[in-house]
């Protein structure tokens, strides 16, 4: 039997006050799909697809620690070291402890939205406003009793607000800059940004691995929370570092040096080897 309960965070992790506001905001509208092999409806296929002819995806190498690592080159280009301790070695696929569920929740800050401003410019935000909301996003997700698969989007040379009250209108370099942004969540005018096209991206789903137990490519890894990631399309070049920048927010919650991996599939809970994570 799959269990139903909720982690309980201790006292040195975020507040109760905080995540409980967050869980139970009115505005949000969830839909779970609880088969993880429907993937591709039309609401996905509108997120993933694009106008632009982005180059496909390499075959992922995922690497044990103790065996040798992909080239410095490759490593930087996709940060693929799954970092753990090796289990076992079996080719049965066992019963996961916790079910995948893929949500197709909106982006609570969606960078394609129209500006109210002017419709031709996108709503721009900060830094801060982005870092806050991924803090809100790992919340959400940690707090779940399943392990929950979100769309997410990665993109260089977004046109970040210098500050909260700077216009949605760019002003050359005056109100404007430009940096890498991660956003968990649907956007829904991707395809239609025209701001947008020409800049490198990776477009992909995530999902919150907790610590504990994984199955993974027939082999058994007592890992570290972090985030996986599968990625469906990228256009251009955008290395592992600046990934891994854009999680720094949550450097103390995820872990240490690595707190994210590029899977071929997501990893498969079959043990929870502690009672927060």
Known sequence: MLPNGKDTPDEQNFEDEDLFAFLNDDE???????????????????????????????????????????????????DTTILGSLL????TKPEPLLPFKHEKRKARLDITKNSSEDHRSVKRYTKKELNDQLVKDYRYMMGKSY????????????????????SDIEDGKKNVEEDYVL??????????????RGKAYKLGHIMYVR???YWIDGKEIAVEPHFAIVLHKTY?????????DLLSVLKHRLRTGKPFTIY???PMIVKRTGVYS
Do not use: C, H
């Open 28 to 78: 949000e509208t969830t839909e779970e799909n609880s088969n993880s092999e429907s993937f591709e409806d039309e609401d996905l296929f509108a997120f993933l697809n694009d106008d632009d002819d982005p180059s496909t995806e390499g075959d992922l190498l995922s690497a044990i620690t103790g065996e040798n690592s992909t080239s410095e080159e490759e490593d930087d280009e996709e």
């Open 88 to 91: 076992g070695m079996t080719n």
């Open 147 to 166: 392990m929950m698969i979100q769309p997410v989007t990665i993109m260089a040379d977004y046109p970040y607000k210098k500050k909260k009250s700077d």
């Open 183 to 196: 956003v968990i969540g649907k956007l829904q005018k991707w395809r239609g940004t025209e701001q947008f």
């Open 211 to 213: 610590k504990g137990d």
């Open 236 to 244: 251009k070049r955008i290395k592992s570092k600046r990934i891994r």
């Open 264 to 266: 071929k599939e997501f």
